[in-house]
């Protein structure tokens, strides 16, 4: 594992899918994956940020999203989308109670 730095130095990608236009296609991958140790914050943090940058930001969550399905929090690695595991399985649990709460008929709403 390489050792963090402050800033990560990213140059640009290539490629044909979405991915190639991703800010983390030509970053050290370490960043988006902190262990736990003194310096997983601050590489958290550094991968958010770079994220928040992203111009495919949208696509990395929706394929995040769609791959980890109905997976726990525990089974969701990464920081993806500038969203943490737990973060994404929270936003799943939200977009699925809205889901049921749209699809209830208005009739039961307002009789």
């Known amino acids: 594992m390489n050792t ?3 800033r990560a130095t990213c140059v640009g990608g290539s490629g044909e899918d979405w991915r190639a236009g991703a ?3 030509s970053c050290d991958p370490d960043l988006w994956f902190p262990v736990e140790s003194a310096t997983s914050a601050s590489m958290a943090a550094e991968a958010r ?3 928040g940058t992203c111009p495919v930001a ?3 969550l929706i ?3 769609t791959a980890e399905g109905s997976s726990g929090a525990a089974s969701r690695y990464g920081i993806r989308a500038g969203l943490t595991g737990e973060q994404r399985y929270a936003q799943f649990r939200r ?3 809205d889901a049921r ?3 209830q008929p208005e009739a039961a709403a307002g009789n």
């Open 58 to 60: 949208r696509a990395c």
């Open 101 to 103: 709460i749209a699809r």
């Open 95 to 97: 977009q699925r109670r």
């Open 63 to 65: 394929e995040a999203m």
């Open 23 to 25: 800010v983390c296609a």
């Open 4 to 6: 963090p730095k402050a």
């Open 49 to 51: 940020r770079l994220c």
